[in-house]
């Protein structure tokens, strides 16, 4: 069984800044890419960003230059630096990972989500 467990939301003033983190648990050996989605009320689930094993990163138009994806492989972690946040970035942040390899019967896992973290921006 893969957990991701995420922290780090709050609340917070528009033009600062937050920095969530997430870690996943398990018998893991590899994680293909983590990263972070978010849902505002009545919007569909968008890409925030996301960073593979090797590095690569993609963030969704509306992050770039203000939010930075970063992942430690040997802690199974993944990390969001927001900055000059605006009130639209009001969501719920989801940590992902997809293609996760674990150490047990299961053996493999396409997709994991995280439980999310409201993040709220008053402006």
């Known amino acids: 069984q893969v957990q991701l467990v995420e922290s780090g939301g709050g609340l917070v003033q528009a033009g600062g800044s937050l920095r969530l983190s997430c870690a996943a648990f398990?018998?893991?050996?590899?994680?293909?890419?983590m990263g972070w989605y978010r849902q505002a009320p009545g919007k569909q689930r968008e890409l925030v960003a996301s960073t593979s094993t090797s590095g690569a990163t993609n963030y969704g138009d509306s992050m770039k230059g203000r939010f930075t994806v970063s992942r430690d492989n040997a802690k199974n972690t993944v990390y969001l630096q927001m900055t000059s946040l605006k009130a639209e970035d009001t969501a719920v942040y989801y940590c992902?990972?997809?293609?996760?390899?674990?150490?047990?019967?299961?053996?493999?896992?396409?997709?994991?989500w995280g439980q999310g973290s409201p993040v709220t921006v008053s402006s």
């Open positions: 992902n990972a997809q293609g996760v390899g674990v150490v047990d019967a299961h053996g493999w896992y396409g997709e994991v």
């Open positions: 398990g018998n893991i050996y590899v994680i293909t890419a």
